[in-house]
């Protein structure tokens, strides 16, 4: 077998890498009949953005570290980035799992 021709790609959005991320991403459910506040930060101290309806589904892009929040689904540290600037606590979000389900914030 030979190689003709090598292509390197850049991690850019061209349609199949778009398509593939899309794919991949996961929506995860807000408690039931909460409405919840979201934060330009993750954390308490932040100002709240807006409010998520009761019956919301969110995608995770990445979590971090922040005020320590007590909802429906436990005690957690962890804030979920759910939109560019936005984060909800964890606590409020059923993953199906007690620590990290997305990578860490940069």
Do not use: F
Not at 16 to 38: D, H
Not at 64 to 92: C, F, L, R
């Amino acid at each position: 077998m030979s190689v003709d021709h090598v292509e390197q790609t850049t991690g850019g959005d061209d349609e199949q890498g778009v398509t593939a991320r899309a794919a991949a991403l996961r929506y995860y459910s807000v408690a039931p009949g909460v409405s919840l506040n979201v934060r330009s930060g993750p954390g308490t101290g932040y100002p709240t953005v807006r409010t998520l309806p009761a019956g919301a589904k969110v995608p995770i892009y990445c979590q971090s570290p922040g005020t320590k929040v007590t909802g429906p689904y436990g005690t957690s540290s962890i804030w979920d980035n759910i939109d560019n600037g936005e984060y909800v606590s964890d606590a409020y979000i059923y993953t199906g799992a007690d620590g990290y389900v997305a990578p860490r914030c940069a």
